[in-house]
């Protein structure tokens, strides 16, 4: 069995965690918090390679505050919780069986992952062409900025996680549908649809009673759901199985990796989707072309995000968990617990995009590497021209 984090921290110390490694630290005498201790080993007993100063780059779901609601729940990871996630914020959204996340738009895209259960999803564009779908565990679904949009829980209910592309995006401050008609005068209301201002007469006009996440019925099948547009569907479809495409198999796990290659609507946000089995190491890399913003789906890693000049600290994660990396920083993620370690990557770009170490270096004269690093020639012949992506 591999060490787990809470091992690593607990064997050093003679079975409580303590900040001592070797000669260095020295027992806590204050107050500590044992839980949180354990989920971070690597802040109380960091690796001797870490140095310098590093924004945090570690925030838990369970530590962000939860709106709870008729039909689910919305809780949000955004620069407010997490101040170095700059481009992209995360919002993880439970809707029970039939609840429905209002009628709305926003001025971020939206990019989803569904972890659990199935929705119908709905939106038009604005050529008046409309979209609509049933997604379910590993399928994805991308509304461009400003496009109106819906999702109800199906039968079993749902829970997935939202990406925007700024990380100053509230789930909060959306445009609702019920906000819009109860801020227009009703005379304004009724020559608009032309209609009686009589027939606005039931909407919701309480402020304090929000529909945003709210009970309705089961929608019935997906064709008689569908409202065909005299202008047709929308060209691109705004959901992906992500789930369904042919893994990338590696010697340490598998990834998936979704972008505007094969997502075409997906402009703004890339994706990947990693499995590093137990042992296994999502090697030593950095993005050339933006910050990364992860979610951490189950199992338990640890990353050391490099900074330049010196200066490097190392993280743990675990399931509900988002881990940050500014751009260009080279870091690795490694399986510290004995499951698949499984997590999203995210970035705000239409493309994946990743600079392997070992492959720069296979493609580098041998002769230059060795002149930096006072390699052997084994070492340097070992090394893979190939992107070793998950290694063990
Ligand atoms: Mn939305
Ligand atoms: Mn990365």
Redesign the pocket.
Known sequence: MSPTPQDSAVELNGGEPQPIRGDEGATILGPHNRPLQLANPDLLVPPDTDSGTLPNLKYSFDAAHNRLLSGGWAREVTVRELPVATELAGVNMRLKPGGV?EL???KEA?WAYMIAGRARITAVDAEGRSFIDDVGVGDLWY?PAGIP?S?QGLEEGCEFL?VFDDGGFS?NE?FLLTDWFRRTPRDVLAKNFGVPEAAFAEIPIDVDRDRYIFPAPLPPALDEDRVPSPAGAVPETFSHRMLAQEPIRVAGGNARVTDSSNFPVSKTIAAARVEVEPGGLRELHWHPNTDEWQYYLSGRGRMTVFASSGKARTFDYQAGDVGYVPFAMGHYVENTGDEPLCFLEMFRSDRFADISLNQWLALTPPELVRAHLNLDPQTIAALSKDKPLIVR
């Open positions: 996340r709305h738009w926003h939206e509304f949009h999702l939202l789930e959306t």
